[in-house]
């Protein structure tokens, strides 16, 4: 099942800067975990912006709110969800 | 190069039935047309809505305007474009 | 699986009163099914407003989409869904 | 007599984490304690976000005023709140 | 239990003026009569707009929706409803 | 000359609590001075936040503005005000 | 007394141009009037906007409301009023 | 050339006192060298807030620009600035 | 002086599509006029909108705003206006 | 490809004087660098704002990226993106 999310990131001025460097290794890991899954099915990144927009195909609401609550910079992340189902017009297998 | 697009069609409660159904019929074609020419490159219905969210792939913004303009259902839609671009984390070679 | 749907009734000023009447009571005959399936899990009335608050527990989110597209009041709403998860302070045991 | 209330939680980043960890222990009680006694008539989390959905069931106005202002976690929160009445589409007895 | 009311009403350009004017005068007609019986307890004009703000008593959340949606000009309104309690500064034994 | 005034008191998370709680009954002891002056009309809680509604007579722009500005808890407060008239339709003398 | 309003002119697409010609004479000669009366202070157009800006000095809220209302535009605008008070720094007489 | 300017003053709870009174006494004499040149032609203040409406007479924009940059409270103001022109029902001469 | 002036244009779904093009056709010569003169300046589509992004350059407001409202489109058109100056990084003669 | 950039600056009241001069100057000679290269093709001020309207002409939404997320005032910025294409109306070559 698939929903979009899209992700803000806000680092505070005034962070840490290990921290928040050891944060992003770790999300990044985190990431490749779950593309590799097939869970996190894109991510693209919105221009000009310290934002992403991803596709996620997961079994169900709870298992997107696991994930998401999991991500280590959710702290820093403001976060919008969309649910999403397969359209009558798109030719491709996976856009279920 | 990706744009992701959001289109909200509004259908007045007063068009004519059969005008509408003739756009819809050429607004699936144009489409299936875009898709098979990897230019539409994702599209998914938002659940509920009567309103789709879609990845584009074209050479510049003037193409991306050219073809929003030009679909037949466009008189009836709010249309909001977002420039994507690659992002880092992603494994899948057609997320750029 | 859980959804929070609202939807917003706007019927217009010079809307046809017999089309009205009949699509409110096909409307309430689809709820009453829906609600015997144990798939329209809740409804109530926001006061004041010609607006419902309602809980949906569906398979996942295309069975949701034609749910919703397919109520005979649909083309006057506005409506707006936000997915839910168990949340692990509930005693209930249907409030998953 | 129902209410909705959303329950938006806003944990500063640099807030005590022992503190924190006391007033949700504290949070989770009372919220049992009043889902035991019918008061907090339902609790779900919104998917993605560190947000509840919840129903009240209270006498009137006044009692969900202090039951609100004297949550652990209500300096923590932004709150709204949407007076409901009974639906008469809907087939359950206690969604009144 | 007391609740604050804001009623924007907008009377569309082409409406049949006596129409709007019979309304108009069962509207006025009803607020005498709810105001007679201490249920619209008070009326304020909104400097500058068609606008109101009122004061509502009434036993339940039910009976606030039954009042509004009864209102002859309940059509041409958009309404906003405000859950109100005691405050423990006020003096006035009626602003309960 | 009638105002409505809406309060919305924000008291940061880290502020000191013996301030706070001396700001709060001077607060307290100018309304009721007010109140028992008859320039605070009335005063409501609203249901789960800690926001006040008021009404207030005054003589003119500049009391009211003086007034608001002297509150104790003015720094923490974010406030709206509304001009208001007397309703036709009101029965109740001092609605003025 | 002093006021800042507002005053955004929407005239509809398929008005009657005699109708709104005949209506733009007539507010103009009541803002004559207001202006020789020193009722209506101030008028400026907002560029490139069918809006104007303007400062009332008024006996009181209800004077005001009874000036506007009556304003030939009326139903054809949207109105928003502030009210205004002396600023100790100004160094007009009549900017009270 | 005319514009229309608010300003909104936001002091942070924490800002020294003594900082602010000097800024603010500086802010206040600038102020009254721009009424005396005829440049800061009105300022009122919004009744119950801590925010003006000023109107200035300047060269051009970029003279607007310099004297609302220099002003002793700038980074606590947030501005709004609105080009306004002569109304061709003002009677004032120095409206334009 | 420079300005930007974004121009929504928003097309009736019932107007006369004859009415339509010759005031297109009538826009399109205006805006030749007009940049062949120095003074409409630059104009971009906004890719995927029925919109404008320009920059005049007018002596003052009053010539922005007669301008802007002999648009022939002008009574389509949902206009913004923001007063620009030079900035000191520009190293174009002509962004002044 | 063409893009409107704003750039609205927020310096924290407390931040460093002398840190933001150094990253004021380093983001003034990066203008002029990606000036120079054509790059950043228009900057302007907007009138009584911190805040600039700028023009980009890169070869895609990467790049563009790129730069934005370099400059020294990235993390002081908040940035608005909109995709341009040329205007048929436009006589100016480099208006593209």
Redesign the interface.
Known sequence: ?????TMDVR???D?DPATIERLKASE?QR??DL??AGTWR?????????R??S?FDVA???E??DI??GLPLF??MA??????????????PD?R
């Open positions: 099942m698939l929903f979009q999310v680092i505070p001025l962070a990044k990431c490749a593309m590799a894109h991510i693209w990144r919105v221009a000009g912006r310290y992403n927009v596709i169900d609401n709870g997107l709110h998401l609550m702290p820093y976060i919008e969800v969309t649910p999403l189902c397969r359209h009558p017009s798109s030719i491709r856009d």
